[in-house]
T-cell receptor
Framework: NAGVTQTPKFQVLKTGQSMTLQCAQD?????MSWYRQDPGMGLRLIHY???????DQGEVPNGYNVSRSTTEDFPLRLLSAAPSQTSVYFC????????????FGDGTRLSIL | GDSVTQMEGPVTLSEEAFLTINCTYT??????LFWYVQYPGEGLQLLLK?????DKGSNKGFEATYRKETTSFHLEKGSVQVSDSAVYFC??????????????FGKGTSLLVTP
């Protein structure tokens, strides 16, 4: 059971570079989301998607883009990396609304120099 | 807006001690409540959940009861083990916000259990 798979696990970028964090799930979940985790801040929602072709902004969307062309994949793009985007990024998916638990990937640790 | 407040850590306990981690929330709608656990270097795992008032979620000896009157969802365990050392997150999902899917997290409470 693969669940939610994130790649890469670690990445170091220079300021101004762009990159894409990959997220794939094999559970046929409708809902997918991206969070960032910073010390003392908990997890904050960046973007989410309720199905293929549908995305929306969360609490901290600036500097990030997403798209959802398939049910399985939900990549997160950093357009021009900034040191403030140094964080651990988690992708999650769930089957439905409300009381359905979310399944998390193992995270991508990103450092921007 | 919605928010989750949980007690600051770190919490350090001896093995077999009683654990309580407090969590209170504010929500626009009628939320579902969750506790997630994060072991070092790993992603978050669902520990337990409750979807309506007075529900009790339980798993691996941990329990939490959805108290609507006090807007609380405190996590308890009667006898902690060294293997329970982790970061614990209280979270809610609110059908009135973010299409009812997204989680709103507390800041996390780090627990260290010593032998």
């Amino acid at each position: 059971n693969a669940g939610v798979t994130q790649t890469p696990k670690f990445q170091v970028l220079k300021t101004g570079q762009s990159m894409t964090l990959q997220c794939a799930q094999d559970m046929n979940h409708e809902y997918m989301s991206w969070y960032r985790q910073d010390p003392g801040m908990g997890l904050r929602l960046i973007h989410y998607s309720v199905g293929a072709g549908i995305t929306d902004q969360g609490e901290v969307p600036n500097g990030y883009n997403v798209s959802r062309s398939t049910t399985e994949d939900f990549p997160l793009r950093l357009l021009s990396a900034a040191p403030s985007q140094t964080s651990v990024y988690f992708c999650a998916s769930s089957y439905g609304q409300g009381g359905q638990p979310q399944h998390f990937g193992d995270g991508t640790r990103l450092s921007i120099l | 807006g919605d928010s989750v407040t949980q007690m600051e850590g770190p919490v350090t306990l001896s093995e077999e001690a009683f654990l309580t981690i407090n969590c209170t929330y504010t929500a626009t709608g009628y939320p579902s409540l969750f506790w997630y656990v994060q072991y070092p270097g790993e992603g978050l795992q669902l520990l337990l959940k409750a979807t309506k008032a007075d529900d009790k979620g339980s798993n691996k000896g941990f329990e939490a009861t959805y108290r609507k009157e006090t807007t609380s969802f405190h996590l308890e365990k009667g006898s902690v083990q060294v293997s329970d050392s982790a970061v614990y997150f209280c979270a809610l999902s609110d059908p009135a916000t973010n299409s009812g899917y997204a989680l709103n997290f507390g800041k996390g409470t780090s627990l260290l259990v010593t032998p």
